[in-house]
């Protein structure tokens, strides 16, 4: 399958408009270069040889050895200074410096293992300001395959390198060592260059012959030529010194991909002689070579190395490595998920034996950049760096990322990989270098696309391939974007690599789907009774596809489940449980190749054993045991399985090992009623303090006198917190509007929540129905980039008859609720110990016309009454403050003593 690539002159081109450079035509460039000979190597003969230097030109000297380099380096720098051009020596690579210190040039310092993007970004910062016309000498290349553990993303510098210095009119020196690359790294910088010479060193004599000479031809070019003594270039012409020096030196290509050959084939050594006593020497050298591969494969993050030092060995190392596609790091999902495995096998190995294997493909995360440099795309990944620019044509950019195309040996390795899971579904999951990192969880900001995977071999690839686009999309998203400017993430490397997962399920008829899936946090944050220990543990429980538990699921509900007191449930009584029951259950649809919803009554009829014992059950007022008055309860199988026990050791254990409490997500299927497996799909570092023991003190006067009051599901850490501002919905109003009307509400809400994040203070925003809701009837449907100023959220449960708030506990929602340490409460006003003054609210002065004037002006009629903006002082003289207690499950809002 090959398929169409961005070639140099659209690089160029693309390059020059972005930077605001006129981009000269060949011919143009030529005529002025050849009336204007001025640039030069520092060596008239090879200068003749090549027809000249022209400005422009990157010149690339493929040499055994560095010295052989160095030697074409020092007449060129030393013209350079005669000549009085602007000399920059760009310094990067571990071999000796090329320009003494003392050499009059510009020296920048460079560090390759601070990450790709900072790395290149910083040269095209020193091209900038070098100007017009200047004069480079770039270390050898060849140490940045090393740095970045890839052929594929020195290829991909050079790409994005070559056309900057071309439109700046500089000429610029650089090494590549002969016989240290694959055709991923020699390919990308011969085609991009303007000209390629190899050097040959033979009996301490060297010899040139210009590969690539573009613009430029001459019958005698691309010829042998010997360097002389004299400073001159003369052809070589005997065919017996020409076979000596060739043959000598040996072809120029390696083997597809030779970086990290030797360390492979070191650490295969090693494992197959580590269990010989006789073999020491392999012991010694482990550390090392475990290290490198490490690093090649599967982190740079200090955070994180620590446990993998621990629990992935070097075996583990080869046999990631050989389920591949690609080169590069293979992302902090990926590496989450394959350390708890490891963890769980280490310290409960009977748990482990319910563990179901998982054979997983890994998209390394240099296909990603290079993805994008092919396609023409990196100058849009070069503006997300600037705070100013970060969101400009990101929806150009999703647009072509969504039409871009894959080089033909990445598209050869997603067949096969294809071919290999069959007809059976498939889940291309985000794990992006900073995702799930310690304090990074980057929940729900990018994708995860399901496949089917149904019909021909060529409809199932066309399938795999727009999946992975979406997942590449989902990078330049406004929510992406905006989370990580928010965490001071954008000049961060932030490369996606891809985790390709069988979907963990059972056949059943034409559907797919997991008995049970859910989320799991080894702390409890939500600890809605004293009887419920919050280092126990909780679940977050679903039928079917665990979507429903990782997203904020608006029609429906789920099972939570306090680890050490199962049966405990929030809801009052058993019309609560079944109001708050499961209905619907997301699976994927093998006939309409798509992920569907369908209600568990239709479904029932047709559930297997498993489900129709262990799983449902029947209220006390059902007339009739029909399947379609099934609820899903879980009752018996919490109870009759060892599955609670399980979790809770799966989760201690995780927890013990990274030591703070972890997030995790996963499925459970049956062999047969009483034999189930657990798939552990992720597993992250969960930010939770302060929950357990609050120190929070009391409030002045009776509940009664309170501006807010509140007993009900509490989300956050108990905490003692002084309101500057109220953000308040008008309940009664708000239920009227029309729907589009209610997305007015909530693009308004998102400035002024961006003008209190201006303004700085504490802010509580209180709305009817769910905040962040997908869908309008059911609340407010803001982006969390929309309240991400502010503090407290209130759910007011007054807008619909059947609509509960919903904990939304191991939701993305709820993740950003822990990450942007928001505490969310719901408030229930016709329950006792719940009361909101609105009056109080109404009748404190708006400062909407006072703050956003404009945004006021712009209203439509109906929005302009329901929403204000209050001072707290306004509201309470001597102050307003917010104690919210977590385990006591009690918010109130007053002034203080």
């Known amino acids: 399958m090959t398929e169409k690539h961005t070639t140099l002159e659209e690089l160029k081109r693309t390059m020059a408009s972005f930077l605001g450079i006129k981009s000269d035509s060949r011919e143009d460039r030529l005529i002025r270069d050849f009336n204007d000979p001025v640039d030069t190597t520092g060596m008239p003969s090879l200068d003749e040889i090549l027809k000249g230097v022209m400005a422009g030109d990157n010149i690339v000297w493929h040499v055994v050895g560095i010295e052989d380099y160095k030697a074409f380096v020092m007449p060129y720098a030393e013209a350079a200074v005669r000549d009085g051009r602007a000399l920059w020596y760009l310094r990067f690579a571990r071999h000796a410096p090329l320009l003494p210190d003392d050499f009059p040039c510009k020296r920048l310092e460079l560090r390759p293992e601070d990450g790709f993007e900072t790395f290149i970004h910083r040269i095209h910062d020193a091209i900038k ?3 017009q016309g200047a004069y480079f000498v770039f270390d050898c290349l060849s140490d940045l395959a090393t740095d970045w553990y890839s052929d594929a993303m020195l290829g991909n510098f050079f790409m994005l390198t070559c056309p900057y210095l071309y439109l700046m009119e500089s000429v610029a020196f650089f090494g590549l060592l002969r016989r240290h690359h694959s055709r991923h790294a020699t390919e990308p910088v011969q085609s991009t260059t303007q000209l390629f010479i190899d050097v040959f060193n033979n009996k301490g004599s060297l010899y040139v012959r210009p590969v690539k000479t573009q613009f430029r031809h001459t019958p005698t070019i691309h010829l042998l030529h010997e360097w002389k003594d004299s400073g001159e270039f003369e052809i070589v012409r005997s065919s017996a010194l020409i076979a000596e020096v060739l043959s000598n030196a040996g072809p120029d290509w390696v083997a597809d991909e030779k970086y990290g050959e030797d360390v492979l084939e070191q650490a295969e050594e090693i494992v197959a002689r ?18 490198l591969l490490a690093r090649m494969i599967v982190t740079r993050d200090d955070s994180i190395m620590p446990l993998a030092a621990i629990y992935l060995s070097i075996a583990d190392l080869l046999a990631i490595r050989s389920r591949m596609v690609g080169t590069g790091l293979i992302g902090g999902k990926t590496v989450g998920m394959l350390i708890a495995r490891k963890i769980i096998n280490a310290k409960e190995p009977e748990v482990a034996k319910r563990l179901e294997p998982h054979d997983s493909f890994y998209v390394g995360a240099d296909v990603f950049y290079t993805f994008l440099v092919r396609n023409g795309l990196w100058h849009y990944r070069e503006k997300q760096r600037s705070p100013e620019t970060f969101l400009d044509d990101v929806d150009v950019a999703r647009g072509k990322i969504l039409q871009g195309t894959f080089p033909d040996h990445v598209l050869r390795q997603f067949e096969e990989m294809l071919d290999y899971f069959g007809q059976y579904p498939v889940i291309v999951r985000s794990s992006s270098l900073l995702e799930d990192n310690y304090g990074n969880a980057f929940a729900g900001k990018y994708e995860s696309v399901f496949c089917a995977n149904q019909g021909t071999r060529e409809t199932r690839l066309a399938s795999f391939l727009d999946a992975v686009r979406r997942v590449y999309a989902s990078t330049m998203s406004r929510e992406a974007l905006i989370y990580r400017e928010r965490h001071n993430l954008l000049q961060r490397d932030e490369q996606m690599a891809l985790l390709v997962m069988r979907v963990t399920g059972i056949l059943h008829t034409n559907r797919f789907h997991p008995h049970l899936a859910g989320v799991g946090f080894s ?57 708050h029951s499961q209905r619907r259950v997301d699976y994927i649809d093998l006939e309409a190749d798509d992920l569907a919803s369908g209600n568990f009554g239709a479904m029932a009829s047709d559930a297997d054993r498993v489900t129709s014992e262990l799983f449902t059950a029947y209220d006390s007022g059902s007339e009739g045991r029909t399947a379609s008055r099934a609820t899903l309860y879980f009752d018996k199988f919490l109870t009759e399985s060892n599955f609670v026990a ?15 409490p972890v997030d995790t997500e996963f499925a459970v299927n049956f062999i047969n009623t009483g034999d189930y497996r657990i798939n552990m799909l992720q597993c992250r570092a969960l930010q939770v303090q302060g929950t357990h023991n609050p120190n929070v003190p009391k409030l002045v006067g009776n509940a009664e006198d309170a501006l807010i009051t509140s007993r009900g599901a509490v989300v956050g850490h108990s905490r003692l917190a002084r309101i500057d501002w ?21 693009h308004d809400i998102g400035y002024i929540n961006r003008e209190i994040g201006k303004r700085g203070g504490t802010a509580l925003a209180i709305a009817p129905g769910r905040w962040g809701t997908h869908m309008a009837w059911l609340g407010v449907p803001v982006n969390f980039s929309e309240i991400n100023h502010v503090s407290a959220l209130c759910e007011v449960a007054q807008m619909h008859a059947s609509l509960t708030p919903d904990i939304s506990l191991g939701t993305h929602f709820f993740a950003e ?43 439509p009629n109906a929005v302009r009454p329901i929403l204000r903006l209050v001072s707290g002082d306004a509201l309470e003289s001597s102050g307003l403050w917010l104690v919210a207690n977590c385990p006591e499950q009690s918010v109130f809002v007053s002034k203080r003593e």
């Open 726 to 746: 109220i953000i308040y919905v008008d309940t009664e109003k708000y239920g009227k509007l029309l729907e589009m009307d209610r997305y007015e509400v909530a």
């Open 646 to 660: 399980d979790m809770r050791a799966i989760l201690g254990a995780l927890e013990t090992a990274y030591g703070r």
């Open 523 to 579: 702390y409890n944050p939500f600890a809605w009774s004293k009887e419920i220990d919050p280092k126990a543990g909780v679940l977050r429980l679903v039928y079917g596809l665990g979507t429903r538990a990782v997203d904020r699921v608006d029609d429906d509900y789920t099972r939570v489940i306090a680890l050490n007191d199962p049966l405990r449930r929030p809801e009052a009584d058993e019309a609560d449980m079944i109001r």
């Open 129 to 131: 300001e070098a100007g």
């Open 274 to 291: 580590l269990g010989d006593p006789e073999h020491a020497v392999a012991k010694r050298n482990s550390t090392a070579v475990w290290s």
């Open 817 to 859: 609720l822990v990450e942007m340490n928001i505490v969310y409460f719901a408030l229930f006003p016709n329950r006792p110990g719940n009361h909101i003054d609105i009056a109080r609210i109404e009748a404190a002065p708006n400062l909407l016309p006072e703050w956003l004037p404009m945004l006021v002006e712009s209203m």
